[in-house]
């Protein structure tokens, strides 16, 4: 029944080794988010795609990148992790960007670096 | 983008009623206010969302006042499972055309006890 699918639940990565983080979504949503979380603050949002727009956030490294092939998937690659790149990443859609749209959230992945 | 301010954190009786309330000076006409929970480990997850007046559903109520900068979330009769951090969210979440993309504040932590 799950609408917004993360995998791995978990990742460990090395310092500086590449790491992709997928997500699926069944619901057919227009725009796919993907946040950052560190421990005990609020999701921040990285960049999101609306349709096949790629909308980056003006603060995000550009360690981080994204692909969305299709409708359904999105990936979120970091290319040379450190170690502050550890957290849960969050990915999310909303059918489309407007206010009264709701966001639906994936169980998130953890990253870890060692 | 309308900016929100919530309480850092409150505390709770199992029982009891739980109001946060979120001020947001600079919303816009347009801008719908959306609630959501989320526990540790977890992706946010959609509460209720209003525009005006009073707003219920199974699981919470949002009051809205007439001038809009401000609204409070109604948890009733919490139970130990409603810990959880509170996000209030006005704006539009992904809309390009809007220039910026809505942000979580820092949430309100909600800690029931027995």
């Known amino acids: 029944d799950a609408m917004v699918i993360q995998n791995p639940r978990y990742q460990v990565t090395q310092f500086g080794k590449p790491v992709t983080l997928s997500c699926s979504q069944t619901?057919?949503?227009?725009?796919m988010y993907w946040y950052q979380q560190k421990s005990s603050q609020a999701p921040k949002l990285l960049f999101h795609?609306?349709?096949?727009?790629?909308?980056n956030e003006a603060d995000t490294p550009d360690n981080f990148q994204s692909r969305r092939p299709n409708t359904s998937f999105c990936f979120l690659d970091i290319r040379s992790p450190g170690l502050g790149d550890a957290a849960m990443y969050l990915c999310?859609?909303?059918?489309?960007?407007?206010?009264?749209?709701?966001?639906?959230f994936g169980s998130g992945t953890q990253l870890s670096v060692l | 983008l309308a900016k929100t301010t919530q309480p850092i954190s409150m505390d709770s009786y199992e029982g009891q009623e739980v109001n946060i309330t979120c001020s947001h000076n600079?919303?816009?006409?347009?801008?719908?206010i959306t609630w959501y929970q989320q526990f540790p480990s977890q992706g946010p997850r959609f509460i209720i969302q209003?525009?005006?007046t009073k707003v219920t559903n199974e699981v919470a109520s949002l009051f809205i006042p007439a001038d809009r900068k401000s609204s409070t979330l109604s948890l009733p009769r919490v139970s130990l499972s409603d810990t959880a951090v509170y996000y209030c969210?006005?704006?539009?979440?992904?809309?390009?055309?809007?220039?910026?993309?809505?942000?979580f504040g820092g949430g309100t932590r909600v800690l029931v006890k027995p």
């Open positions: 999310a859609t909303s059918k489309g960007g407007g206010s009264n749209e709701k966001l639906f």
């Open positions: 619901l057919n949503h227009n725009v």
């Open positions: 795609y609306y349709d096949k727009d790629f909308n």
């Open positions: 600079n919303i816009a006409t347009n801008d719908y």
């Open positions: 209003g525009y005006k």
């Open positions: 969210l006005v704006g539009d979440i992904g809309n390009k055309a809007a220039g910026n993309k809505l942000t």
